[in-house]
């Protein structure tokens, strides 16, 4: 069992900024990639931000690179999403990803996910 649980979102106006955690805990063997994605209403599923695991190497959506920094803390349990400069276009639900590998040893890495959590940027 793994669980991801998203933190942080909110109602906040147009330029302001708010910072998404996702708390990660469970039977995690290994951590290849973890990522931010965001669903508006009727619009598709998006990436906004990944962050691969050994590298540290950072992936932005075109239309957040410059206002969002993707992060992890020390301990490697906890994902963040700085957000700045915040735009109407913003509001979605973020959902916070983990690919990877639970224990026991020998499973197959798979994509996990959190509830999620609501922003809403509007003045």
């Known amino acids: 069992q793994v669980q991801l649980v998203e933190s942080g979102g909110g109602l906040v106006q147009p330029g302001g900024s708010l910072r998404l955690s996702c708390a990660v805990s469970?039977?995690?063997?290994?951590?290849?990639?973890m990522g931010w994605y965001r669903q508006a209403p009727g619009k598709q599923r998006e990436l906004v931000a990944s962050?691969?695991?050994?590298?540290?190497?950072?992936n932005y959506a075109d239309s957040v690179k410059g206002r969002f920094t993707i992060s992890r803390d020390n301990a490697k349990n906890t994902l963040y999403l700085q957000m700045s400069s915040l735009k109407p276009e913003d509001t979605a639900v973020y959902y916070c990803?983990?690919?990877?590998?639970?224990?026991?040893?020998?499973?197959?890495?798979?994509?996990?996910w959190g509830q999620g959590t609501q922003v809403t940027v509007a003045s």
């Open positions: 962050i691969v695991e050994g590298s540290r190497d950072t």
């Open positions: 990803n983990l690919f990877g590998k639970v224990l026991p040893g020998g499973s197959t890495p798979s994509d996990y």
């Open positions: 469970g039977r995690i063997d290994r951590i290849y990639l």
